[in-house]
Structures are given as C-alpha cells and as structure tokens.
C-alpha cells in the first residue's frame, strides 16, 4: 500500500525556518518525482515544487523561489521542504504528492503556521 | 505560468442531477488535465487524468472531457457523498498550477 506521511510542520516565527519531511513507503520512491503542494486555510491549492526522480530537475513557484529548497533521498525514501524566510502567508497545511504526469498519492498533510 | 480559470466558483444541486464543471487554461495544454476532489480536512483524491482517463477505483458517473484550452468535469447524477471541492490542474508546463477550485453543495 502507498503511504506518504509529512511531518515537521509547527508553529514559526515570521523570518524563521522549518524543515518539512515526507516519508514514503509502498513503492519504489526513487522511479518517481514528488510535490510539494500547499493550501492555505479556506483556500485553494497551490503547487510550491516538484523533484524529479533523481534530482536532475527541481522547479518552484515564483511565490516561494529562493525561499524554499526541495530535495530527496532516495536511499531513505523521503522526501524534504527546507522553508526560510518564512511569512506569514507560508501558513497552510503542506502535501507531498507523487507525481506521474498526474499526482495519484497525496500524504495526508502537515500545518505550518507563521505567526509573532 | 499557465492560468487555469475555472467555472463556477460554488455549485448547488440537487441528488440525481447532472452537474458539469468547467476549466479553461490559458494556454494550449493538449490533454494534461486532471481533475481532483478534496472534502474538508483531508487531502485531495485523484478521480481524473489526461483530461478524459477515470482513475482505478473511481466511480464511472464521474468523467471528463476536452483538450487544447477548454475542458469539462461531469457528474452524471449527483449523490449525496460527491459534496466537495473540485479541482482541476495542469502539468502541460513545468510550473503546475490548479484551477480555483469548485465548491458543490447538495440542494
């Protein structure tokens, strides 16, 4: 069965960091790239970046770029969201997602609040 | 980026009714299109790929249809377990992005 488990998510100061994490099982995680997609309280999705299976090819939305770092290790089967510079309208509930064209497995999300 | 518009913003119906969503994308997608539901709290559940394919498990009243800028999402008789959001999403460009998203309420 295909898990996929975020974790790290908290309460941060507006200009602090967080490291989200998202542990994979159920599959070969290192044939796959993996998303990060965000949702902010009563709103929509929002993609934030994607990975490709061996971390030839990383893309991020405008609204988090030089921000944010993706990244993976294959060896673990997880998956990573470091967050700096962080504001106050980074607060959602953040997914990992794995992506084959379509994103067919969500985990289950982690909230990230920034807030004084 | 590619803007996906989608429409209508809320949707009331009532069980047994045919209800059609659409999203239309700013740009020429072909067929890369799927289609999302998410009910409150949880995390969003595939139900369509490539514009038109049903994904395994889905059940067949939901289907899709379109390619190029315009495509349409349809329920062909509502019942009372489809009350979610929908959205929709494009991976035609490297940068994804998703449809504003689509709030059905049972009348």
């Known amino acids: 069965e295909v898990q996929l488990v975020e974790s790290g998510g908290g309460l941060v100061k507006p200009g602090g960091s967080l490291r989200l994490s998202c542990a994979a099982s159920?599959?070969?995680?290192?044939?796959?790239?993996m998303n990060w997609v965000r949702q902010a309280p009563g709103k929509g999705l929002e993609w934030v970046s994607s990975?490709?299976?061996?971390?030839?090819?990383?893309y991020y939305a405008d609204s988090v770029k030089g921000r944010f770092t993706i990244s993976r290790d294959n060896a673990k089967n997880s998956l990573y969201l470091q967050m700096n510079s962080l504001r106050a309208e980074d607060t959602a509930v953040y997914y990992c997602?794995?992506?084959?064209?379509?994103?067919?497995?969500w985990g289950q999300g982690t909230l990230v609040t920034v807030s004084s | 980026d590619i803007q996906m518009t989608q429409s209508p913003s809320s949707l009331s119906a009532s069980v047994g009714d045919r209800v059609t969503i659409t999203c239309q994308a700013s740009?020429?997608?072909?067929?890369?299109l799927n289609w999302y539901q998410q009910k409150p709290g949880k995390a969003p559940k595939l139900l369509i790929y490539?514009?038109?394919n049903l994904e395994t498990g889905v059940p067949s009243r939901f289907s899709g249809s379109g390619s190029g800028t315009d495509f349409t999402f349809t329920i062909s008789s509502l019942q009372p377990e489809d009350i979610a959001t929908y959205y929709c999403?494009?991976?035609?460009?490297?940068?994804?992005?998703f449809g504003q998203g689509t709030r059905l309420e049972i009348k």
């Open positions: 999403q494009q991976y035609d460009n490297l940068l994804i992005t």
């Open positions: 997602a794995r992506q084959r064209g379509r994103f067919d497995y």
């Open positions: 159920g599959f070969t995680f290192s044939s796959y790239s």
């Open positions: 990975i490709s299976s061996s971390s030839s090819y990383i």
């Open positions: 490539d514009a038109s």
């Open positions: 740009q020429d997608i072909s067929n890369y």
